[in-house]
């Protein structure tokens, strides 16, 4: 998955969140602390981490929860959008013909760009095709010629002639049946003098609708740094920042753009041409905060699970009974597959809590549990504690069990009970809430 560090630290922020007793300011300055660290760790400027904590501190402590939302809906819905807002705008590269001029640092992906962003065209129901205009860097000419040509995608290029400029000019008057060309450019190792010069030159040639400048994503913050510099010298329209599968620090370099008022238009995602996404703020934010993980439970529970099936208060009192366990149990296991629905719940890590044996209950073993549970008295069901190895035997022989089943029975309760631990202290409908999302 793309920036999975830092989705999984922003969803652990979020599933404590959902976890705690109550929405105080320490809950929220905990979760903020959490929500700071994740994305610190992605190279996000601290003044912007700092600036945006406050801004969720004090919405989250200050603004009135609206009507049919519950407080921590409220700080969730806060959350999304503060990192909507640090991610920014996304630039629209439009689906109709025009020109395209790539530029960026040499390594910076900008080849492989140009042949994923033809692909994209393609599948787009366009006619893409590619000048190559980079004959500063040796294999360039070879490496696009092979990509477009494992893509059907027309291809212009004249290997050995470094006359950028005049091979642009053929390039586009012998295209021009193509309704989307796109010329890749040469870069350097840094944004000198005469890259500048021969961008310039190129541009004023290609005349090109939109500019795009790619960038590495794993330079981080210095994204900015570039983004203004390549804006300065010739103007772009947006920018693709590529390799965001492949580092840690991608949520850097996505604040550090926008800070710099330059749109993103896409992020590459891989090496294959396949491996582009136009960028959509919201659904990227969404996505990495695991929100279709829980609108996949919400479904999934909806069609088979009725809101009496689970009493969470029940689940949430401070007793966790032997009889409460085995109606989540069956109620659990109505849904699916256990370890899928533990892993999909939002609440306060319990799905991480749980060893993998816990997800092994398979109906076979809840009918031996039900067994057994008949062989104890009600006093026992409200309180397993009760039963020492006297009862442990007396009850194998009357279910005609071994007394390490009921052992393991006990052992089990415990298990869940000390996981429902996390979950005590607050009540809220976990349901309502997961629909509202
Ligand atoms: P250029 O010098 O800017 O044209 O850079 P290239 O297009 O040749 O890319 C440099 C390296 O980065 C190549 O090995 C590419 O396969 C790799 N690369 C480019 N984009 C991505 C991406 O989105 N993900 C990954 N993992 N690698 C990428």
């Known amino acids: 998955m793309v920036m999975d560090k830092l989705g999984s630290s922003l969803q652990d922020a979020l599933k404590k969140l959902v976890g705690a007793g109550r929405i105080d300011e320490r809950t929220v300055t905990e979760v903020v602390k959490d929500i700071q660290r994740a994305l610190l760790q992605a190279d996000v400027n601290v003044k912007l981490v700092m600036q945006m904590s406050s801004h969720i501190k004090e919405r989250a402590l200050k603004e009135e929860v609206p009507p049919g939302m519950n407080p921590r809906e409220h700080v969730i819905k806060i959350v999304y959008h503060e990192l909507i807002s640090i991610v920014g705008r996304s630039a629209d590269i439009p689906l109709k013909p025009q020109t395209i001029m790539m530029?960026?640092?040499?390594?910076?992906?900008?080849?492989?760009?140009?042949?994923?962003?033809?692909?994209?065209?393609?599948?787009?129901?366009?006619?893409?095709?590619?000048?190559?205009?980079?004959?500063?860097?040796?294999?360039?000419?070879?490496?696009?010629?092979?990509?477009?040509?494992?893509?059907?995608?027309?291809?212009?290029?004249?290997?050995?002639?470094?006359?950028?400029?005049?091979?642009?000019?053929?390039?586009?008057?012998?295209?021009?049946?193509?309704?989307?060309?796109?010329?890749?450019?040469?870069?350097?190792?840094?944004?000198?003098?005469?890259?500048?010069?021969?961008?310039?030159?190129?541009?004023?040639?290609?005349?090109?609708?939109?500019?795009?400048?790619?960038?590495?994503?794993?330079?981080?913050?210095?994204?900015?740094?570039?983004?203004?510099?390549?804006?300065?010298?010739?103007?772009?329209?947006?920018?693709?920042?590529?390799?965001?599968?492949?580092?840690?620090?991608?949520?850097?370099?996505?604040?550090?753009?926008?800070?710099?008022?330059?749109?993103?238009?896409?992020?590459?995602?891989?090496?294959?041409?396949?491996?582009?996404?136009?960028?959509?703020?919201?659904?990227?934010?969404?996505?990495?905060?695991?929100?279709g993980d829980i609108k996949s439970l919400i479904e999934k529970a909806e069609e088979t699970l009725s809101e009496e099936d689970i009493d969470m208060e029940a689940m949430m009192r401070g007793r966790f009974t032997l009889k409460d366990m085995y109606s989540q149990l069956e109620a659990m296991n109505k849904m699916g597959p256990m370890k899928q629905i533990m892993q999909m719940l939002p609440l306060g890590g319990m799905g991480a809590k749980l060893s993998d044996d816990a997800y092994k209950v398979t109906e076979d073993k809840m009918k031996g549990y039900r067994v057994l549970m008949d062989s104890m008295t009600d006093e026992e069901l409200l309180n397993p504690r009760l039963i020492g190895s006297a009862r442990i035997r007396r009850i194998s022989l009357g279910s005609g069990s071994s007394p390490d089943a009921v052992r393991d029975l006990l052992k089990y309760h415990k298990m869940m009970q000390n996981a429902m631990k996390g979950l005590r202290g607050g009540k809220f409908n976990m349901q309502k809430m997961m629909k509202k999302m």
């Open 103 to 291: 530029i960026g640092l040499q390594g910076s992906g900008k080849t492989t760009t140009t042949s994923k962003l033809s692909r994209y065209f393609q599948r787009k129901g366009m006619k893409p095709a590619v000048v190559c205009a980079d004959t500063f860097r040796p294999g360039a000419y070879q490496q696009l010629k092979t990509l477009c040509d494992k893509l059907n995608v027309p291809f212009y290029g004249e290997e050995d002639n470094p006359d950028a400029v005049g091979i642009v000019e053929r390039g586009l008057a012998e295209l021009e049946k193509n309704d989307v060309l796109i010329v890749d450019t040469a870069g350097r190792h840094s944004l000198e003098a005469d890259l500048i010069d021969e961008m310039e030159q190129i541009h004023k040639v290609a005349q090109p609708d939109y500019t795009l400048l790619v960038l590495d994503g794993a330079i981080g913050q210095q994204a900015s740094e570039q983004a203004r510099a390549f804006n300065d010298s010739v103007g772009i329209s947006g920018v693709v920042i590529s390799k965001l599968d492949g580092t840690a620090k991608g949520g850097g370099a996505l604040s550090a753009v926008s800070e710099t008022n330059s749109a993103i238009a896409f992020i590459g995602v891989g090496e294959t041409p396949d491996d582009l996404e136009k960028f959509e703020p919201d659904r990227f934010i969404s996505r990495l905060l695991g929100m």
